[in-house]
């Protein structure tokens, strides 16, 4: 099993990181190995969505049912798609300045060895980038 985690202070409201973290439908305009993203149903504090992930040029997709606490917690959880087991929580805290506190952490397997073995460097790498990429996103909308 792969693991990534990040906490960093962001310069930009809560409630702007939590809102960029919560539209998957605009993830494939900055996150680039996001081929295609959708919700598929959503009600208070739940939704799942299915994402199209390009890895290594192959397009694999994943389904997820999401938990949140708005401007607080996003629980993700796989339903189904090429992995074995994902998880990945988002926290938020509000920083005494206009900013905020946002951890991320992941963890992930893929279902079958040569899947492992050939995308796992490509998504470790998308992890290793993706606060970075929502604080980019947060930044731009302002």
């Excluded at 190995?33 to 390009?54: F, I, N, Q, R």
């Excluded at 926290?91 to 905020?100: R, W």
Aim: glycine fraction near 4%; proline fraction near 4%.
């Amino acid at each position: 099993m792969r693991s990534f985690e990040e906490s960093r202070v962001i310069q930009c409201p809560l409630e702007n990181m939590f809102a960029v973290v919560m539209d998957i439908e605009a993830y494939p305009d900055f996150l680039p190995w996001v081929a295609g993203a959708t919700v598929l149903t959503h009600e208070e504090g739940e939704l799942t969505a299915e994402l199209v992930a390009d890895l290594a040029g192959t397009h694999h997709k994943f389904r997820t049912i999401d938990r949140y606490v708005t401007n607080k917690l996003v629980e993700i959880r796989l339903l189904d798609g090429p992995f074995r087991f994902l998880e990945s929580v988002w926290t938020f805290e509000q920083t005494e300045t206009q900013g905020c506190k946002v951890h991320f952490s992941i963890e992930f397997e893929f279902r079958s060895m040569m899947m492992d073995i050939v995308a796992s460097p490509i998504f470790t790498t998308a992890c290793k980038s993706m606060v970075q990429a929502f604080e980019k996103r947060a930044m731009a909308l302002g």
